[in-house]
């Protein structure tokens, strides 16, 4: 069975501009959580999907956005970019949303924002 | 809001010995989950060990295996005859069993594998 997939791997924006962010949950998987990575904070949730629906959203402003598709593909939007948003975006994926269901990760998508 | 330390942020462990790695977390909850997770340089990120806060005894994978002490709210990951593989960022991770309860994760120690 294929992992989760996340596209592209590596992109580099200039601020003010926005991008979008791509994941594929495997197969039969029907829940996709997003994660910001960075070194001084470490590992923040972002939100969470469950068969096309937001189930729980952290704590980052307006300019972050996300949308699940009935085949379960997520994507992640960022709007007006800024240098703080450079950031390793992981994408994981679940059967449910349980707690007691295993969250399997993506590569990651590496953002640079100059 | 619940909270989850790793004390450690970097550690290191000379083949076939083993490590131990810290974590404690804050919550008013009683039901919850904890987890390991490792990430190795350039690699995915995938699941260690898990623990449900209800069960008493000590979750173990293969040559991993944790130190659950509820009251002390206290997990510590331990690795037994250590492999120059298990070089590695290890999150401790926290979620609670509560609907809409997302994850919380630890800082993470560094694990450097020396021959």
């Known amino acids: 069975k294929a992992g989760v997939t996340q596209t592209p791997r590596y992109l580099i924006k200039t601020r003010g501009q926005q991008v979008t962010l791509s994941c594929s949950p495997i197969s039969g998987h029907r829940s996709v959580s997003w994660y910001q990575q960075t070194p001084g904070q470490g590992l923040q949730f972002l939100f969470e999907y469950f068969s096309e629906t937001q189930r729980n959203k952290g704590n980052f402003p307006g300019r972050f956005s996300g949308r699940q598709f009935s085949n379960s593909r997520s994507e992640m939007n960022v709007s007006t970019l800024e240098l703080g948003d450079s950031a390793l975006y992981l994408c994981?994926?679940?059967?449910?949303?349980?707690?007691?269901?295993?969250?399997?990760f993506g590569p990651g998508t590496r953002l640079t924002v100059l | 809001a619940q909270t989850v330390t790793q004390s450690q942020p970097e550690m290191s462990v000379q083949e076939a010995e083993t490590v131990t790695l810290s974590c404690t977390y804050d919550?008013?909850?009683?039901?919850?989950?904890l987890f390991w997770y490792k990430q190795p340089p350039s690699r995915q990120m995938i699941l260690v060990i898990r623990?449900?806060?209800?069960?008493?005894q000590n979750a173990t994978e293969n040559r991993f295996s944790v130190n659950f002490q509820k009251a002390a709210k206290s997990f510590s990951l331990k690795i037994s005859d250590s492999q120059l593989g298990d070089a590695a960022m290890y999150f401790c991770a926290y979620r609670g069993n509560n609907y809409g309860q997302n994850f919380v994760f630890g800082p993470g120690t560094r694990l450097s594998a020396l021959p």
């Open positions: 919550t008013s909850e009683s039901d919850y989950y």
């Open positions: 623990q449900e806060a209800y069960k008493q």
């Open positions: 994981a994926s679940s059967f449910g949303y349980s707690s007691t269901d295993t969250q399997y």
